[in-house]
């Protein structure tokens, strides 16, 4: 329920606790998994690491959490109610493994140097900032023209696949503790438990998780993976360190551009679908942020990161209707900022990643998977989930060939090397999984989207998302692996082809009637574009 109030917005309620501890503890495992990568999969000096990125990496963060904790301050202050929640933002993930892996190790270990590769990753986030910032003013337009089942579904695709699947495995490795957690999250964000004193139910759950990984080692079970030993390396890491310019390191990541580009474009066409979800995602809760400004805000934060060293591009998160829910508004955003900043210009990250499991952490990120995916289907019309399920197969097919050429690529090989018929001999489809993944956020945008209005009987515009799907399809956008020319021919040629057939039943084909919506809120909810 709103409240209108003519006083000004509260800064801070009591249901911020709970959001900046969930919200915090998230940051909190981007940074440590950011640090691991830096440290033990790229080789990067930890002066590099602690001196130069995490403290670019913490003021980017801190801009951006204080940025969207102002745009629901002046929400709030506008409409006059007092349940507005800012954005979550941060690091986004599936970007960090990207740039990792596709950019900076292969050009750290071509050319033997690290630094080399930190440069690239810096000139891949300083083109995709410019990508955020361009395609602000024309994320309006598309948030207005396609389907709210097809923003929502792919948003969905993504939590379940990329932010779901990881923390739920971890937590059965460890279910001592991460299905321990996992309860103590659930009987208070589902459940309604209060716990004593109203701790919130994210510090409860890593207090206990950690409480649990340090006493098994006194039985010599070692859960969680703690000991003194990393505990006190932790500590060499300690300092003071304020980003500097990183204005030459960009430039020089110039000399690698060809290669950079084939990724950076698309990811950050990635970005702006993602965003877009997001900000979709934040108005059916009930937050109605401008679309331009969020994006816009987005690449220069970004920008602003990239130019002192910070190679990990910015995002809002998925997740507002969670943080919501519990009781988040418009503090929580802020003072994680505050608190990551901290944390990182001192080099406490170090420390932090001794003395917390990440399987404690875990849970919450499974929570908010759950809360997203359940949001698609509850939000959009009854009619409309046979296409929230087609927005998720490109996502699930990206994840499955994830996995593949990791387990593969981790016993020296490859899918070609070891054969495409081999594999499929043992129902492992993989150039099923390669056309369908690629670009899986458009896909996942596209797909549902002609399945929406076919649904709803408007094969014209089911042809003309057919049509945008081909000409994404025939540069790389979709169902490739890098932009190009008519990178996947045969398919863009399909969505054509089922173009055509949309366009022909359009004018010639005679159809049932649409069944009748379930009430006045489903058959608002049924229309094609979402509210202006």
């Known amino acids: 329920m709103t409240t209108p109030s003519l006083s000004k917005p509260k800064i801070w309620v009591p249901g911020d606790w709970n959001a900046f501890f969930g919200f915090g503890t998230n940051i909190l495992v981007n940074l440590l998994t950011l640090t691991a990568l830096l440290r033990y999969v790229l080789k990067m000096p930890d002066d590099i690491v602690f001196g130069r990125i995490l403290p670019a990496t913490g003021l980017m963060l801190c801009l951006s959490t204080v940025y969207y904790a102002w745009l629901a301050y002046k929400l709030a202050l506008k409409t006059g109610r007092s349940d507005v929640c800012a954005l979550p933002s ?4 599936p970007h960090m493994f990207v740039v990792v892996f596709v950019i900076m190790l292969p050009i750290s270990l071509k050319t033997g140097d690290p630094i080399k590769g930190w440069e690239a990753g810096l000139t891949w986030v300083f083109i995709q900032s410019f990508v955020l910032m361009i395609g602000g003013f024309i994320a309006p337009i598309i948030r207005k023209i396609t389907p709210r089942a097809a923003l929502l579904g792919t948003l969905a695709g993504v939590s379940i696949s990329f932010i779901s699947m990881r923390p739920a495995v971890e937590m059965f490795m460890t279910p001592i503790i991460g299905v321990v957690c996992f309860a103590i999250i659930l009987l208070s964000w589902f459940g309604g438990v209060r716990y004593f004193k109203g701790i919130p139910a994210g510090l409860i759950a890593i207090a206990v998780g950690s ?35 990183a204005f030459g390191h960009i430039f020089s990541g110039f000399e690698f551009l060809g290669v950079i580009l084939v990724t950076a474009i698309p990811f950050g066409i990635y970005d702006l679908v993602e965003a877009l979800d997001n900000v979709e995602s934040a108005a059916v809760a009930g937050d109605e942020f401008p679309t331009t400004r969020v994006l816009t805000a987005d690449g220069v934060i970004s920008l602003i990161g990239c130019c002192l060293g910070n190679p990990f591009i910015n995002a809002v998160y998925i997740g507002h209707p969670g943080w ?16 990551v900043i901290l944390f990182c210009t001192f080099g406490i990250v170090s420390l932090m990643s001794s003395l917390i499991p990440i399987v404690a952490i875990s849970p919450i990120l499974l929570y908010i998977g759950m809360l997203i995916g359940a949001q698609a289907f509850q939000e959009t019309p009854k009619r409309h989930a046979p296409a929230i399920i087609l927005a998720l197969t490109p996502h699930l097919a990206a994840w499955g060939k994830m996995l593949i050429d990791n387990s593969l690529g981790a016993a020296g090989t490859n899918a070609a090397a070891v054969g495409l018929d081999k594999l499929g001999q043992v129902g492992v489809l993989y150039h099923g999984l390669e056309v369908m993944g690629g670009g899986a956020i458009l896909s996942g945008v596209i797909l549902p989207a002609i399945a929406v209005f076919i649904i709803d009987r408007s094969f014209v515009k089911a042809g003309a998302f057919a049509v945008t799907g081909g000409v994404l ?10 932009i190009g020319i008519a990178e996947s021919p045969v398919m863009a040629l399909t969505y054509l082809l089922v173009a055509g057939v949309l366009f022909g ?10 069944p009748a919506a379930h009430g006045e809120e489903e058959e608002e909810l049924g229309k094609a574009a979402t509210p202006a």
Do not use: D
């Not at 941060?90 to 993930?93: D, L, N």
């Not at 025939?474 to 692996?481: A, K, N, W």
């Open 90 to 93: 941060g690091t986004s993930v």
């Open 505 to 514: 039943c359009a004018k010639y084909a005679t159809t049932e009637p649409l």
């Open 473 to 482: 399809t025939f540069f790389g956008l979709m169902h490739g692996e890098k």
């Open 324 to 339: 919501k829910s519990m009781g988040g508004r418009i503090g929580y955003s802020a003072a994680t900022g505050v608190v």
């Open 211 to 245: 409480l649990i990984a340090w006493g098994s080692n006194l039985f010599g079970a070692n859960y969680g993976g703690m000991s003194l030993e990393k505990l006190s390396q932790s500590f060499s890491s300690f300092g003071f360190s304020l980003p500097l310019p």
